[in-house]
């Protein structure tokens, strides 16, 4: 990503005199033109970059200027590097590890121990990082992607325009302006198939303010209380956390949590067998006893 590329070469002009673009290229696996875009976002960003010509040209940061070559405390890389370790969790190639050993000074330095590790990954690691490369690489290009989209109305053909890659709700999702509704909208990864760039650019716009607040994106809330046996307190301090329910006088742990999807909630709550019980909202009990009433016919059919 382009705040690593950043990143790495402000350390690498730190520990070296002088370098050239086409070093920085083959370094960083990009072209020359893209080096040159980043040394002036550099030059923007307060650090004086000069460039000479010539045989023992290159690029330096200006002589004279004071800065600390200590530019990251170790505790501040430490925080850097468990951010791009992360990465490599979902990532095809090990280009953030890359990006970490160019924050040595050489080959033969000290790697910082991190005490954090984070994998993005879950269980999807082999068909959610194809994605997640391709979408990289489109939203750097500007170049729309099409895919085929599965939700509760079904499957359906989509192109968008992308924009920003997201991990939230412990899943990936991809921000884009979706072509045919006109509008920015959320898609999850792991819903998403026959992903493709189709070559075709696009301009960019101001995403909407109301857009980037992903909170807001499921409104439509069902004030959920479940009775559960007390056997199941470790799934819902896993899952929901110690405040989203209480111990009843009878051993039973009565939660109470707000949902945004119905068929979401009646599956999770179905996941636990015999030992949960939905109370309210009282109108979807009845369509719990069809769900279960449905599921015992399937094991006396012959």
């Known amino acids: 990503m382009k705040i690593d590329r950043l990143i790495g070469i402000i350390t690498i002009l730190l520990q070296n005199e ?14 020359r033109r893209t080096i040159n875009r980043d040394i002036e976002d550099i030059c923007k960003a307060g650090i004086p970059i000069v ?3 010539g045989t023992n040209g290159g690029i330096a940061i200006m002589e004279g200027y004071k800065i600390d070559k200590t530019l990251f405390s170790e505790k501040e890389l430490r925080a850097i590097f468990t951010g791009l370790s992360s990465l490599d969790s979902v990532a095809q190639s090990k280009k953030y590890k890359n990006v ?18 984070i994998d993005l990954s879950s269980h999807y690691k082999s068909a959610l990082a194809p994605k997640i ?11 729309r992607v099409s895919f085929l989209y599965h939700n509760q109305r079904g499957e359906h053909f989509v192109i968008i325009e992308p924009y920003l890659l997201i991990f939230q709700w412990s899943s990936w999702y991809v921000l884009g302006f979706d072509n045919g509704a006109k509008q920015f909208k959320l ?26 607040d992903f909170d807001k994106y499921f409104t439509d809330e069902i004030q959920a209380v479940v009775l559960f046996d007390g056997s199941e307190k470790y799934r819902l301090i896993e899952e929901y956390g110690l405040s ?42 009845p369509i719990m006893r069809d769900k279960l009433g449905n599921t015992v016919k399937k094991y006396f059919e012959s």
């Open 18 to 31: 002088k370098i050239t673009a086409p070093e920085l290229a083959e370094r960083f696996e990009v072209s």
């Open 51 to 53: 460039t000479t010509q």
């Open 100 to 117: 970490i050993e160019k924050f040595t000074s050489n080959k033969g330095s000290h790697i910082l121990k991190n005490n954090i590790l």
């Open 133 to 143: 490369e391709l979408l990289q690489a489109s939203i750097e290009s500007r170049i």
């Open 187 to 212: 898609y999850k990864l792991n819903r998403i198939c026959d992903l493709k760039a189709t070559g075709q650019s696009f301009e960019l716009q101001d995403i909407p303010e109301e857009k980037l």
């Open 244 to 285: 989203s329910f209480t111990s009843t006088s009878d051993g039973k742990l009565r939660f109470s949590f707000p949902f945004t999807n119905r068929d979401y909630l009646l599956s999770w709550i179905l996941s636990f067998g015999e030992k949960a019980e939905l109370i309210e909202p009282k109108e979807l009990r």
